[in-house]
């Protein structure tokens, strides 16, 4: 530090001159020439790079290093212009338009002393300006194709707003529906949300994020926030750390090991220790044990939370615990500017503190190119776009095809579906014709007036050979005091806007609609704002109103057809048993309507599987398939006292997890493993015949399951440990085979160590959780 204060080094005066001369100055030596655009720069030159830098930085200006602002109120972009020109900032989020960027990384790169590059983050959850379907959705696909495509997609588009680094993928296991944020996730399964986190890694940063097509994926939230208690948003998380390891912490770590540069700090206590002053999280987990080596960054005011989860007096205190915990980035800094010069002069923070935050800041913008580089993906200004809503920036076919893929078909009477393109198709509901939320929460740039919303799409998709009537029928939800909370929750303008008529005026006009219809097409669920950060609720029904409607409408005796919108799993049980047919649609983003619109009419047959369970009423919760054995076990069929159930209902998921079917009858029969003994170190094969029995050509989920029957601890019923999404012809047969060895079997024993023991273990196959076909054999 005090090097950097006095005397001025050669190097220093470096400070000067642009960072691309000072590339070219450096050619000299070449452990300190960063690479143009040119693969992986090595980590010895990295390292070198880095060092150096740091060692020119002013106090203040290490300072700056770790803040991560968000253009408001608070910070008018003049303000930010003026901060970055002074070297106090890192980088921002929430700015995505090139023309206002452009100023600002000019301020950084051209007025601040030693000219480092801003990085510009921001939310590409599941697209950027093409919205694709939610995690939720995208998990359902059970394809990671699809999932790679997304965020290859959405990277592409982000680049082009010259974003840096997204905030993306959120891995957090989800076994409570009452959590808005279960919409964000990839479900409850761990094996299936790290292969999607593995996935989006992949598309995402591509071969490396130092390309002007790739950005930077900071995962998130570590750890174990889907775990908060009671599913209430923001909650503590007190956990086994076998339950963690076992369950919650391995999609973070397929998401490290698969590659990404950051880690956003999560915003609840584990274990009475809130993540962001949680030393064995982010130092003995996260960089010693998984050997992280990328740049964390807290959550949105996590900080400073840390005095009201009550383990800071103050945000002097709070500034400390972070930065010794090791949160690099302090996301919409209110602390670490105001605090850390104090703390640093009285000795509480070393320098060398400092500077491990500092380096991981300054390493991730040099892994995204931007010190070779600092407008690499945002271009020259003469290529700005002139309208950045454009619609030729959108990638429509991608998210049709996308978000055919993750459409679940639940029920299908009589072969209700697919419709034919002909007679007079009613669509009620007051989700038909709703462009904000097709798109679902966290939907980036999405514009609702550019998304398909299922009346456009069956309008495209009919082509006047069909008639469609419409009646809105009622609200989504009829609640005034949580329209005004959802509405609240939005900052721009109210995002439900309540029909004024009153509900039996409406249903009666719905009604009077499908009696003229030969088949009626009903939308509901939940506005997107229901399946949200900060919004938990107290129940998983069907709101009351468009519950009425349901029930009206099938009173008519019209062949009913509920298309479901929603953000986590819905207690659904009178939609189960009286839609003829049933689509689970999820949020399906911009193409929505039109991929809605081909799985009704058949020009798409769906395969999405069910990435978690729907339990039958709330107090069911949580209904996860993957449960620990216990003593008294509810055995189906056997009803009986002194097991583990709720007598006044049915037990079991109303919809296990990997369920879903298809307008084909698929069989899965004859289940053979190669050997009934399988020695350590060797792997055996297990394989069954799927048949495509219907008449229409589709695809459908392979899922291997394997139970352990008996260990040295009580071991899940089962554990999803594989799966194949496979395309058949009608008639067509194929022989579905996975490979079993040790890195099926192994789990963390009691003393939290990786284990594989030996004994018999249960192979599954099926096309869901349920529904298996079962051969033991022996681990010798
Ligand atoms: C708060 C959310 O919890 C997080 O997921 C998001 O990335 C940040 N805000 C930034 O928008």
């Known amino acids: 530090m005090e090097e950097s204060r006095n005397g001025l080094s050669r190097r220093q005066a470096l400070g000067a001159i642009s960072w691309a001369a000072l590339a070219v100055g450096m050619t000299a030596n070449p452990a300190l020439a960063t690479p143009k655009r040119a693969g992986k720069p090595s980590d010895a030159a990295k390292k070198a790079f880095v060092d150096d830098l740091i060692k020119r930085m002013t106090v203040d200006e290490k300072i700056g290093q770790l803040r991560l602002i968000s253009i408001g109120p608070e910070m008018p972009h003049a303000k930010l212009m003026d901060e970055v020109a002074a070297g106090r900032i890192a980088g921002s989020f929430n700015t995505v338009i090139r023309r206002d960027n452009r100023p600002l990384q000019e301020a950084a790169v051209k007025r601040s002393r030693l000219k480092i590059p801003l990085f ?26 699809v999932i790679e495509r997304m965020a290859r997609v959405s990277a592409v588009e982000a680049c082009n707003d010259g974003v840096d680094m997204t905030f993306a993928p959120m891995v957090d296991i989800g076994h409570d529906p009452r959590w808005g944020r279960t919409s964000e996730g990839f479900g409850e399964d761990p094996y299936l949300v790290s292969e999607c986190a593995r996935a989006s890694v992949r598309g995402f940063q591509g071969t490396s994020p130092d390309k002007p097509d ?33 369950t919650y912490l391995p999609p973070y770590k397929a998401a490290i090991d698969a590659g990404a540069g950051g880690v956003m700090v999560a915003l609840n206590s584990i274990n009475g220790v809130p993540a ?10 996260l960089r010693k044990e998984w050997g992280f080596k990328g740049v964390t960054v807290s959550d949105h005011g996590a900080i400073t939370e840390l005095t009201r989860h009550g383990v800071a007096r103050d945000n002097r205190e709070a500034a400390k615990l972070s930065i010794k915990a090791g949160i690099d980035l302090s996301m919409a800094d209110q602390v670490y500017l105001a605090e850390l010069p104090g703390l640093i002069a009285s000795g509480e923070i070393k320098m060398a503190e400092i500077d491990a935050c500092v380096r991981e800041v300054l390493g991730a913008k040099y892994d995204m190119g931007l010190f070779a580089d600092p407008f690499l993906r945002m271009g020259k200004p003469e290529d700005d776009p002139v309208d950045v809503k454009a619609d030729s920036r959108l990638n429509r076919q991608p998210a049709r095809e996308i978000a055919r893929e ?87 303008k109210p995002e439900v806007v309540q029909d004024p008529r009153s509900i039996e005026a409406m249903i009666e006009e719905a009604v009077s609609v499908a009696s003229q219809a030969d088949v009626v097409i009903a939308a509901v669920g939940e506005l997107r704002g229901m399946s949200h950060e900060s919004s938990s609720r107290v129940s998983i029904d069907m709101p009351g109103s468009q519950r009425r409607l349901l029930q009206a409408l099938k009173a008519t005796g019209k062949p009913l057809v509920v298309v479901l919108m929603n953000g986590r799993p819905l207690a659904i049980g009178w939609e189960k048993d009286n839609a003829d047919a049933l689509l689970e649609t999820w949020y399906t983003g911009t193409e929505g309507g039109n991929a809605i619109a081909d799985v009704l009419f058949g020009d798409h047959n769906p395969s999405a599987k069910l990435p978690i369970s729907f339990p039958r009423s709330v107090g069911q919760i949580p209904t996860y398939y993957n449960a620990l054995r216990i003593g008294r076990p509810y055995t189906e069929g056997k009803p009986g006292n002194y097991t583990s159930q709720y007598f006044e209902e049915a037990q ?22 190669s050997a009934t003994r399988l020695k350590r170190g060797q792997k055996l094969s297990a394989e069954a015949t799927l048949t495509n029995e219907g008449s229409y050509e589709g695809a459908n989920v392979v899922q291997l399951y394997i139970a352990d ?24 047969s194929r022989v579905v085979r996975f490979e079993i060895g040790e890195d099926e079997l192994k789990f963390i024993n009691g003393e939290l160590k990786e284990v594989v023991e030996n004994g018999r273990f249960d192979v599954q196959l099926g096309l ?13």
């Open 652 to 673: 079991g998921p109303l919809y296990p997890f990997g369920f879903g079917l298809s307008y084909s009858r698929f069989t899965l029969k004859d289940l053979k493993l």
């Open 406 to 492: 993750t459409i679940v078909l639940l029920e299908n009477r009589n072969q209700t579906l697919p419709l034919k393109k002909q007679g007079t198709i009613a669509l009620i509901g007051p989700l038909a014709d709703s462009g904000l939320d097709i798109l679902g929460s966290w939907s980036a740039q999405g514009v609702p007036e550019q998304a398909v919303t299922l009346r456009a799409g069956l309008e495209a998709a009919i082509e006047g050979k069909a008639r469609l009537v419409t009646a809105r029928g009622s609200n989504v939800i009829d609640d005034q005091k949580v329209v005004e909370y959802l509405n609240f929750l939005n900052w721009d």
């Open 276 to 285: 962001t002053s949680n030393t064995w999280l982010l130092q003995d987990l």
């Open 120 to 145: 510009f983050a921001y939310d590409v959850v599941h697209g950027h300006r093409t919205t694709f379907p939610i995690p939720l959705g995208l998990a359902s696909s059970f394809d990671m194709a």
């Open 214 to 246: 790739t950005i930077m994926a900071a995962v998130k939230h570590f750890a174990l926030y889907g775990a908060v208690e009671g599913g209430r948003d923001y909650n503590t998380v007190d956990m086994s750390p076998l339950r963690m390891r076992q």
């Open 709 to 732: 029957p008996y260990a040295s601890i009580a071991r899940p019923v089962k554990e999803l440990k594989g799966f194949q999404k496979v395309t058949l012809k009608p008639g067509e």
């Open 768 to 780: 869901d959780s349920h529904d298996v076909l079962v051969q033991s054999f022996e681990l010798v």
